[in-house]
């Protein structure tokens, strides 16, 4: 094989991994006197082997001599922990700004070996193009990433224009290709339970194809909606926050997946389940969902969850199956990863303690690809094509006037919807503000934090452009923002206090291929380059991790002091959580899943 | 659909389910009331409704009430534990003399609503087609019969010949049929751990079919030969019979079947594993493997294994796991059978008391289908071709000659091996005896208790008989007793010591199809008509277990008191457990798997 990290099926290792454990051919590597992490009999077994042939183990026992020859190499472990290697139930890759390859770089040191991930962002700006583009470079990683097809782009229909939408027959082709190993959650439960028969066949495409359907039941309401959506057939869903959204789901046979990322701590309530209530732990499972780059960087990965579970009271090894044969269980891997047993990929993290968890050294496929926190090998990357890495079309340079909002005529002031942004929070309000006209134009109002706020076409280049008002940022002087990162459509949004600088920021971003630039007085202080698909950069974590940084801080410098500024105006867009959002199609009422107009009509 | 037991994929009854969960058309059935014994989260829940359509559960909770229409038939159940219906992992429907539509109806009283089959013995009859019959005539029961693709046929290459054999060839072609669900035990471990290129492709087939892999591992032996096994690939077994044994094999990703069969008693000691020393029980699953007529009439089923697990100290929401959830989960069914969960088959159990398990009534696929020990539907039955209800063919009407041992020349006594059979063991004796000659012929001792063996091609009608000798049943006066059912290769096995009386049971046997005859001074005593395969019979369990008990007693009669003597006779031929068998290609020394002559050399 070409790749070292490529694996064969267990049937085409069949019959090297049958000699090794006979000991009548020498095994490629062999741990010797580890602790053996036991999830699946949930002990310990100090004084054990593990023979490693052909990427997976072939003998797992007290005594590994018959299994050594002259071409093994002998690792003695010395009584350190060997676990399987960490398993992230549910995430995007894009969430961490990052392409596939640099993802895995950034997570394998922290003992990740298997990655089951929903490349929803870019779905939603590339479309089928954009989700092969990522399968192709999660497989050939050294670690297991595999993906789920998205199923729901645009997220809310009728209600703006991505820049690709994912069909039903396009999950139904994407269910043939080698790393698909189910649906993507299933965002649209209202749809789901009202029995749009779309969503069904998509669910439909998935079960027939023997994967697993990903849900997502964003709802604290448990009743016949939440049951309607049981019913359909998504088996996990990440959206529960408390102990009783994790308990009724996993009674009615859905997985549920706790996740800490960088802004969702949804564990420590639901895990009570286990530690509390003393409910059977296999249906549990640990994701992160969405981690950022300076989460990666400076706190790490599952080996962070695991830690947080069992900081919240979790035994170590119960919550250690969480995130391995659980997960490889729900995914219908159990016989090929997510646990050190005959067979499996010869996927370890060593560590010497249980709850620290610190990760000494990571093996994937029989290879050492990690040592005390430094990758030892480079994680292939596809060639990406000029579609993915240009995807920023605004159709021609923009001028301040574009982001003018022309007042009704004769109007001095005029009452406008304003989005406004609450603290901590998802959702918005939907505000209304008496704002004044100047030269026929509608104008922001700093001191009562009002900026203007524009939505710019960067898939389409038609050069619309929606402009409206966005409050609670606490932006002053002359600046602006904008972003290419911007759910779920992923046009480009941007903020600000002034005209020119708005069109100076949007303008940047279509010459740099996206991301995100912060402009004020007229220079730009900072920007995050993420030129792949506008979401994504393929340079190191930590570089990405320091543009951030510094984007955060030139947000700071303009006056916000949000807590998490960017990630709110990144979903500025996103017309599925209530109440204001704006799209390619105007303001949206989510409230009421309708458009509505900018002036508030006497 | 013609037949109400038909059920149609998840996904093809979505709508419906979805819409019943909702509120917006009715279920077919509400049990109102129950103590939902949830094998997903592992509590009781009492004051649950269950709402079913199209065969499964629509909604499970506290209030159906939404779920009720003018059409639904609601059952108050009145505080009986609802029970996901019981499975058995592993066993063999031949076991029982009965067609899988006749075993159907025996368990389906019992609480059985799952059952994993592995049609073995009428694979060495019947071959391919032979499993496609059974396979047949499985998936149109009103419960769920999966089957398994028998794997080795014959048991012992080159010793025997079976009635046919089944090729890599064939396992492939079967793994493409709707209901077979993984490949039989595979039996050969031997052959396995020496890495046969042939077994490993069987293995291969399944996996790469996505199916289920069940082993076969009968060997105390736990060093290489076990770990070389276990790397091939099977992913369960139910050969274990010490707590080691068990735990061994769970530790290294192999699921534990621990058997409670007619004459197994493998739970015992096994499930110490969980209950003493707390290991995971996930990875457990009862089973029965062989069930006797009289046991399924006399003690019951799966609801018998799953009271004696309880008996030994296992926690009731545990042991119903094991024949429930682990079952469904370990053959990749969890999200279509084992618990009780919105969208799974709606197979219920009512009982009203978990230790005792009294099987009140049986729901499959929502329709009752048992009430307090009375079946209330008729199993259906296939048209069985006749040549699977003629499969006996001896090529002529055989003569006491034709048991006639010629003795060498001149001899008056000869030194001859005697195959010595061990009360309640499997396993038998290479006894040596000075057997007196008379006329040329050696004799057989009824004093000694040296009686005449004779294995007579019934697959082939070649008139060829193989003779020998047989000590240990204590026979006494002219009697023979010959049977079709003959592990593995299921020739017909005449046991006697009077050569008349065997031609006699042989010639019988011919005429009726197959079974058991049992004759005494020339007259039978006692027959059981097996006329499928010579293996099975298509009457109820009762008629068949009654003459089992006759035929017992016929033998008795005739002087033998083993426990268990018609087993002991139909292993004769069993040409894989040691120390002496015999087979069509004459007498087989399975210490060292050769054929052996019957006279000892000097």
């Known amino acids: ?23 009548r051919e020498p095994a490629s590597l062999v741990l010797r006197g580890v602790k053996w992490v036991n999830v699946q009999s949930r002990e310990i077994l100090p004084g054990q082997d593990l023979a490693i042939a052909a990427g997976r183990f072939a003998y797992c026992g007290s005594d590994a001599s018959h299994c050594i020859g002259e071409s093994t190499e002998v690792v003695d472990c010395d009584g350190l922990y060997a676990v399987p290697g960490f398993c992230d139930g549910h995430m995007h890759v894009e969430s961490g700004m990052l392409t596939p390859a640099r993802f895995a770089e950034a997570v394998i040191p922290h003992g990740t070996t298997t990655m089951f991930v929903d490349p929803h962002e870019i779905a939603n700006v590339l479309g089928l193009h954009g989700v092969r583009l990522m399968h192709d470079e999660a497989i050939i990683q050294p670690v297991n990433m595999f993906v789920q097809m998205p199923s729901c782009a645009p997220s809310a229909p009728g209600l703006e224009t991505p820049g690709a939408e994912i069909t039903p027959v396009d999950v139904e082709e994407a269910m043939r290709w080698p790393g698909i190993v189910g649906l993507g959650e299933m965002m649209n439960f209202d749809g789901v339970a009202a029995g749009n028969p779309q969503l069904l066949a998509e669910i439909g495409s998935a079960q027939i194809a023997g994967k697993t359907v990903g849900g997502h039941y964003a709802s604290p309401d448990l009743g016949l909606s939440f049951h309607a959506y049981l019913a359909a057939g998504p088996a996990d869903d990440h959206e529960g926050t408390r102990e009783i959204d994790a308990i009724s789901r996993v009674r009615r046979g859905m997985r549920a997946m706790m996740r800490l990322g960088s802004a969702w701590y949804d564990v420590e309530s639901q895990i009570k389940a286990v530690t509390e209530r003393g409910i059977d732990p296999r249906n549990f499972i640990l994701c992160t969902d969405d981690c950022h780059s300076g989460t990666l960087v400076d706190d790490g990965h599952m080996n962070r969850v695991i830690k947080h579970a069992i900081n919240c009271g979790c035994d170590p090894l119960i919550a250690i199956q969480m995130a391995t044969i659980n997960t490889a269980t729900h995914f219908g891997m159990e016989r090929e990863l997510g646990s050190i047993a005959p067979g499996r990929r010869a996927d370890v993290v060593l560590t010497s303690d249980l709850s620290e968890l610190p990760v000494l050294q990571v093996y994937a496929r029989g290879i050492k690809i990690a040592d005390r926190g430094e990758l030892l090998v480079q994680t ?103 972003s290419t990162v911007a759910h779920d459509s992923h046009h480009m949004v941007v903020v600000g206090t002034d005209r020119e600088n708005m069109a ?46 510094m984007m955060n801080a030139a947000i700071s410098a303009c006056g916000c002091s949000l807590n998490n500024a960017f990630m709110q105006h990144s979903l500025l867009a996103l017309a599925v959580i209530p109440e204001l959002r704006i799209s390619d199609m105007g303001l949206v009422d989510v409230t009421h899943f309708e458009l509505t107009g900018l002036f508030v009509e006497d």
Not at 1 to 23: C, H, P, T, Y
């Open 1 to 23: 094989m070409d790749n070292k990290f490529e694996i064969r099926a267990w049937q085409a290792s069949a019959r090297e991994l049958v000699a090794v454990a006979a000991g």
């Open 380 to 482: 292939p990357r596809i060639a990406w094509p000029e579609s993915a890495r240009k995807s920023v079309k605004i159709g021609r340079p923009l001028a301040a006037d574009d982001f003018r909002v022309q007042s009704p005529p004769g109007a001095k002031t005029v009452r406008a919807r304003v989005i406004g942004v609450i603290e901590n929070q998802a959702p918005t309000r939907a505000l209304v503000e008496d704002l004044e006209v100047a030269d026929g134009a509608v104008q922001g109002d700093a001191s009562r934090d009002v900026c203007y706020l524009a939505l710019v076409d960067r898939h389409r280049a038609s050069g619309k452009i929606v402009n409206g008002f966005v409050g609670g940022f606490g932006y002053q002087g002359e600046m602006a923002i904008a």
């Open 504 to 549: 100076l920021a949007a303008n940047r971003l279509a010459e740099t291929d996206g991301g995100v630039s912060v402009w004020r007085s007229g220079r730009e202080i900072a920007q995050v380059r993420l030129p792949y698909a506008g979401l994504m950069s393929d340079r190191p974590a930590e570089q990405v991790a320091t543009e951030a940084k």
